[in-house]
């Protein structure tokens, strides 16, 4: 028995750590490992007869969530004119990847080892990513040989601009590791000259990426940052004080970047009702206020969006004041999670999703505020505060994004949200007073 326990395992850390390779490439196949890892948990618990991760708040809530969003995603009433049969099907899946975070937080990545080396493989991607940026930003195309997009951004190791939205994410980690690092290596003014150049180095990174969200998203992530992280605080005013700066250079050193990042953001914010964005909002809204306490099911804005019923304008209760942009504007998904949520499950479901949320963080946020003593701990602490700080940029209400659970963007994100709740849960477990206070 001993032997199988540690099959399951090993493959699965194994899958674990190879699986920042595969989101950042070969998506089927990180879908595939994550769901492997998921299922090896499942038997875990089944021949350890161990179900105590199963009493955690985040899951219950979690499973609250998804049941309601299964009921919702019965085939019956309305919902069988958009031919939804199949959708139950593809809420039911849904849940592996709760499982995958609960595994990788109470099960692959208890060991501190384990947690360290897939943080050096989630940093590597990272830089990879970036050397594939700054190459097409350079010589104009990647190492495999694809151009910037016809839009002007970069596209990173992609022939499509969906890069910039992962590295975001990961980067923020990564970055803020960096910084402490050197803060803490080089003493003195070259130490702290040093840490400001890695923050505007990946400012400048994503703000030549040309696109706007991840780069708002990955500001707000560095200001969350600094709330727990003392050191960094007047490098991040200064940082904020330059960034101007460094968007006015943009404009000299990719002229397309510029445009995209600032003159297209302009441009939608002075006319956002009317923008592709805020008649996909707009709809959303409508079909969820259309069907407030179930929704319409599971991937519901992807099949229903077209239905004429919901053809309406700004403001959205009112139904002689246009088509709000027709069937042209629909998409696969709202672009938000939070509409995703209250389209496919109604306001019930919306709420679930809110607390599912909120209880995340709480969670995360556990043993941020600890007492700093060394290098080690500093090092560790950015790199906790910076896994909070990308779930929290990821979760931000007022965000563009991709469906809750699409790859790959979805899988970095419960990725990190999984090696971000592993630290949590070593903290609550192994905590030593220190002076009076409890530490890491």
Same mark, same amino acid.
């Given at each position: 028995?001993?032997?199988?326990?540690?099959?399951?395992?090993?493959?699965?850390?194994?899958?674990?750590?190879?699986?920042?390779?595969?989101?950042? *490439?070969?998506?089927?196949?990180?879908?595939?490992?994550?769901?492997?890892?998921?299922?090896?948990?499942?038997?875990?618990?089944?021949?350890?007869?161990?179900?105590?991760?199963?009493?955690?708040?985040?899951?219950?809530?979690?499973?609250?969530?998804?049941?309601?969003?299964?009921?919702?995603?019965?085939?019956?009433?309305?919902?069988?004119?958009?031919?939804?049969?199949?959708?139950?099907? +593809?809420?039911?899946?849904?849940?592996?990847?709760?499982?995958?975070? /609960?595994?990788?937080?109470?099960?692959?990545?208890?060991?501190?080892? *384990?947690?360290?080396?897939?943080?050096?493989?989630?940093?590597?991607?990272?830089?990879?990513? /970036?050397?594939?940026?700054?190459?097409?930003?350079?010589?104009?195309?990647?190492?495999?040989?694809?151009?910037?997009?016809?839009?002007?951004?970069?596209?990173?190791?992609?022939?499509?601009?969906?890069?910039?939205?992962?590295?975001?994410?990961?980067?923020?980690?990564?970055?803020?590791?960096?910084?402490?690092?050197?803060?803490?290596?080089?003493?003195?003014?070259?130490?702290?000259?040093?840490?400001?150049?890695?923050?505007?180095?990946?400012?400048?990174?994503?703000?030549?990426?040309?696109?706007?969200?991840?780069?708002?998203?990955?500001?707000?992530?560095?200001?969350?940052?600094?709330?727990?992280?003392?050191?960094?605080?007047?490098?991040?005013?200064?940082?904020?004080?330059?960034?101007? /700066?460094?968007?006015?250079?943009?404009?000299?050193?990719?002229?397309?970047?510029?445009?995209?990042?600032?003159?297209?953001?302009? +441009?939608?914010?002075?006319?956002?009702?009317?923008?592709?964005?805020?008649? /996909?909002?707009?709809?959303?809204?409508?079909?969820?206020?259309?069907?407030?306490?179930?929704?319409?099911?599971?991937?519901?804005?992807?099949?229903?969006?077209?239905?004429?019923?919901?053809?309406?304008?700004?403001?959205?209760?009112?139904?002689?004041?246009?088509?709000?942009?027709?069937?042209?504007?629909?998409?696969?998904?709202?672009?938000? *999670?939070?509409?995703?949520?209250?389209?496919?499950?109604?306001?019930?479901?919306?709420?679930?999703?809110?607390?599912?949320?909120?209880?995340?963080?709480? +969670?995360?946020?556990?043993?941020?505020?600890?007492?700093?003593?060394?290098?080690?701990?500093?090092?560790?602490?950015?790199?906790?505060?910076?896994?909070?700080?990308?779930?929290?940029?990821?979760?931000?209400?007022?965000?563009?994004?991709?469906?809750?659970?699409?790859?790959?963007?979805?899988?970095?994100?419960?990725?990190?949200?999984?090696?971000?709740?592993?630290?949590?849960?070593?903290?609550?477990?192994?905590?030593?007073?220190?002076?009076?206070?409890?530490?890491?």
């Amino acid at each position: 028995m001993d032997s199988i326990y540690k099959f399951l395992h090993h493959t699965s850390l194994g899958s674990a750590l190879i699986l920042p390779l595969f989101l950042t *490439h070969f998506r089927g196949i990180a879908d595939g490992l994550m769901s492997y890892i998921a299922i090896c948990f499942l038997l875990h618990s089944i021949l350890q007869k161990d179900w105590d991760w199963a009493r955690q708040s985040w899951i219950i809530i979690a499973f609250i969530w998804w049941g309601w969003l299964l009921i919702c995603s019965i085939p019956f009433g309305s919902f069988l004119r958009y031919g939804g049969q199949g959708n139950i099907l +593809e809420a039911f899946v849904v849940v592996r990847f709760l499982i995958f975070v /609960v595994a990788m937080q109470r099960w692959v990545l208890v060991d501190e080892r *384990h947690r360290r080396w897939i943080g050096y493989v989630i940093a590597g991607c990272c830089l990879y990513i /970036v050397a594939q940026m700054l190459c097409q930003f350079v010589v104009g195309y990647n190492f495999f040989g694809s151009p910037r997009y016809i839009d002007g951004t970069l596209t990173g190791p992609y022939p499509h601009p969906r890069a910039a939205a992962p590295l975001s994410r990961i980067l923020l980690p990564t970055s803020l590791v960096s910084v402490v690092f050197v803060i803490y290596t080089v003493k003195g003014w070259k130490g702290q000259l040093g840490a400001l150049l890695i923050l505007l180095f990946a400012l400048a990174v994503l703000a030549l990426a040309g696109q706007r969200m991840p780069f708002i998203l990955f500001v707000m992530g560095l200001i969350i940052a600094v709330i727990w992280l003392r050191p960094l605080r007047n490098l991040a005013l200064m940082t904020i004080g330059i960034l101007p /700066v460094v968007i006015l250079i943009t404009a000299f050193v990719s002229p397309r970047s510029f445009h995209h990042l600032v003159i297209r953001f302009i +441009e939608q914010m002075s006319h956002f009702s009317s923008s592709p964005y805020g008649l /996909v909002y707009n709809r959303a809204f409508v079909m969820g206020l259309n069907n407030p306490l179930a929704g319409l099911g599971y991937d519901a804005f992807k099949h229903a969006c077209a239905d004429p019923l919901y053809f309406r304008g700004w403001p959205f209760w009112d139904v002689n004041s246009g088509n709000g942009g027709g069937a042209i504007i629909c998409l696969s998904h709202p672009h938000n *999670h939070y509409l995703q949520a209250l389209i496919d499950s109604g306001f019930p479901g919306l709420l679930c999703f809110i607390a599912l949320v909120m209880v995340w963080l709480w +969670e995360l946020s556990k043993g941020l505020s600890a007492k700093i003593f060394n290098k080690s701990m500093a090092m560790k602490q950015a790199w906790r505060v910076g896994l909070f700080a990308a779930v929290f940029i990821h979760e931000w209400p007022f965000a563009s994004t991709s469906n809750f659970v699409n790859m790959p963007l979805g899988g970095w994100f419960f990725l990190l949200l999984g090696l971000g709740l592993a630290y949590s849960w070593d903290y609550q477990k192994n905590y030593v007073n220190v002076e009076g206070m409890k530490n890491v």
